[in-house]
């Protein structure tokens, strides 16, 4: 069964350090999202992908934060000068056109330092 | 500001029990209300729901939608210890915008 992709797993950063956070998502979905969990908060959305283009945004996603289809396969969000408090979980998920129900990879850690 | 809530939020059954997971929202142009189970890492999809009164079921697993009430009950009949983890509520709205709740934990005793 096709399956969302992250790399890497984890990733330990100095404060100020240019992180880059990579997703495949599954081959045939054109809609691509970057959530985040901070430790034992709640799931929170940051930035939708369609076409190319950022479709929406949440009050998180500051200037910070980019997000970039390269390629065909790849979606990445970078995150410029890391803060200690973007340390959290990253999701990234995808869904088909027509269908709500999205699909998450399995995450990276990021722990900023 | 989109909401969701879910209560309870946490919940200690025995084997064989039967819950009930609720969530209500408040949310512009809902478009759909989603159920996910996290046990380790990442959410896993567990029911769309759109329209109310219509209920999914998947094995024990069952929801419903009201959207009247603005809310959605998850039944998890004959609770397994498998069944622990915590359960999402995500209701989409907006453009393209889906706002979690904070989730309810369960833990399934034997």
């Known amino acids: 069964e096709p399956e969302v992709t992250q790399t890497p797993s984890h990733q330990v950063t100095q404060m100020g350090q240019e992180v880059i956070l990579r997703c495949v998502p599954i081959?045939?979905?054109?809609?691509f999202y970057w959530y985040r969990q901070i430790l034992g908060q709640k799931v929170e959305f940051l930035v939708s992908?369609?076409?190319?283009?950022?479709?929406?945004k949440s009050e998180i996603f500051d200037d910070q934060f980019s997000v970039e289809r390269p390629d065909g396969s790849n979606f990445t969000l970078k995150i410029r000068s890391t803060k200690l408090e973007d340390s959290a979980m990253y999701f990234c998920?995808?869904?088909?056109?027509?269908?709500?129900?999205?699909?998450f990879g399995p995450g990276t850690r990021l722990l900023v330092l | 500001e989109d909401k969701v809530v879910q209560s309870p939020l946490s919940l200690v059954v025995h084997e064989g029990d039967t819950v009930t997971l609720n969530c209500s929202y408040e949310?512009?142009?809902?478009?759909?209300l989603l159920w996910y189970k996290q046990e380790k890492k990442a959410p896993t999809f567990l029911f769309m729901l759109?329209?109310?009164?219509i209920e999914k079921k998947s094995g024990r697993l069952s929801s419903i939608l009201d959207k009247k009430e603005l809310s959605s009950i998850l039944n998890i009949t004959a609770t397994q210890t498998g069944d622990s983890a915590i359960y999402l509520c995500?209701?989409?709205?907006?453009?393209?915008?889906?706002?979690f709740g904070t989730g309810t934990k369960l833990q399934v005793i034997p």
């Open positions: 998920a995808s869904r088909v056109l027509l269908q709500e129900t999205q699909y």
């Open positions: 081959s045939n979905h054109l809609y």
């Open positions: 992908f369609y076409n190319n283009e950022i479709s929406e």
């Open positions: 949310v512009t142009n809902f478009r759909s």
């Open positions: 759109t329209s109310s009164g």
């Open positions: 995500a209701v989409g709205g907006g453009y393209q915008k889906v706002t």
